[in-house]
């Protein structure tokens, strides 16, 4: 089946430092998505993003499919951003499979 | 509020024990899945359905059963827990190929 990979696994920042998560995946997906999973464990979805650029406040998400990767960039971090950060990939059986996550810790 | 709901919040199994776990939305989506997380390994599929009356196997399906009643509810069965299934468990739904994938607020069960 498909695979999907996630880089870094963890990542500590300090408040209002720049970043970038990176999900990789082993075959063509019909879609992609990004989430956020809180301290608390609420996942939020951050983007649809099949392919092309989105952005959304301090958060912006870059697929390119023809290379089979995604991108999130996270600017100015706040501590609120802490959590786990999952890429997730739609297959064409509409299984959507997720990837192993980035636990990111924002410092003050 | 719209949404998935998921029941119970918490719970205790001893090992050979059975229970049903509960979700349900109104969001009037097609596509309901069930997913475990464990701590480092993220989310793995259970089963789904991608429409009323069909069910599918995810990456790790052994030891439950699922039912899609109707479009608003989706359970997951344990006929016999075993501590291995000592996990959270999350529900979500979705339009096939649309933006917004909603999760429940996750079940937290322990088998001893």
């Known amino acids: ?108 | 509020n719209a949404g998935v709901t998921q029941t119970p919040k918490f719970q205790v199994l001893k090992t050979g024990q059975s229970m049903t776990l509960q979700c349900a939305q109104d969001m009037n989506h097609n596509s309901m899945y069930w997913y475990r997380q464990d701590p480092g390994m993220g989310l793995r599929l259970i089963y789904y359905s991608a429409s009323e009356g069909t069910t599918d196997k995810g990456e790790v399906p052994n030891g439950y059963n699922v039912s899609r009643l109707n479009k608003r509810e989706f359970s997951l069965r344990l006929e016999s827990a075993a501590p291995s299934q000592t996990s959270v468990y999350f529900c979500a739904s979705s339009e096939e190929g649309s933006y917004g994938y909603t999760f429940g607020s996750g079940t937290r069960l322990t088998v001893v």
């Open chain 1, 1 to 108: 089946g498909i695979q999907v990979e996630q880089s870094p696994p963890d990542l500590i920042l300090q408040e209002g430092a720049n970043s970038t998560l990176r999900c990789n995946f082993s075959d063509s997906v019909n879609n992609l998505q990004w989430f956020h999973q809180n301290p608390w464990g609420q996942l939020i979805n951050l983007f649809y993003i099949p392919s092309g650029t989105k952005q959304n406040g301090r958060l912006s998400a870059t697929t390119v499919a023809t290379e089979r990767y995604s991108l999130l960039y996270i600017s100015s971090s706040q501590t609120t951003d802490s959590g786990v950060y999952f890429c997730a990939v739609r297959t064409s059986y509409d299984k959507v499979i997720f990837g192993p996550g980035t636990s990111l810790s924002v410092i003050p």
